[in-house]
């Protein structure tokens, strides 16, 4: 059983989500699907405030009870915010990917890149291809 995809995201083929924020910057985070492959999360590893990111690369490690998962940016820009509260609760990706599971947020370098991203309804396909 899938979750509702957010209309308003834009997701990379290996499952992080990109939603632009009304002051133009994009906060980052792993889709539903991709949480519940890794199952319960037990740490993660979030990029600083002022690192640059580059889109494909890696910028954040997730570790849940199966596995440690590198998370890739899916656009380039500073990184501007980070999502402290995972540092205690990890598992908030858990229950809620999409809202207050996000990772990071950055001031986009190229928002061209967003247009090479995946839309909800592609997204949703690629995953349903997975599942088969």
């Not at 990379?12 to 199952?39: M, P």
């Not at 979030?46 to 596995?67: M, N, R, Y």
């Amino acid at each position: 059983m899938m979750s509702e995809i957010p209309g308003d995201l834009k997701f990379q083929k290996t499952h992080e989500w990109v939603r632009i924020e009304d002051d133009g910057s994009a906060r980052i985070g792993i889709s539903d699907h991709a949480q519940g492959l890794l199952g319960d999360l037990v740490y993660v590893e979030l990029p600083k405030v002022g690192d640059t990111l580059e889109a494909g690369t890696g910028c954040a490690v997730i570790e849940s009870v199966k596995a440690a998962s590198d998370v890739y940016a899916p656009v380039s820009g500073e990184v501007i915010a980070v999502n402290d509260a995972l540092a205690d609760a990890p598992e908030t990706i858990n229950a809620d990917a999409f809202g207050e599971g996000w990772l990071c947020r950055v001031k986009l370098s190229d928002p061209g890149e967003l247009d090479a991203l995946l839309s909800p309804d592609d997204y949703a396909e690629l995953v349903a291809s997975d599942e088969h």
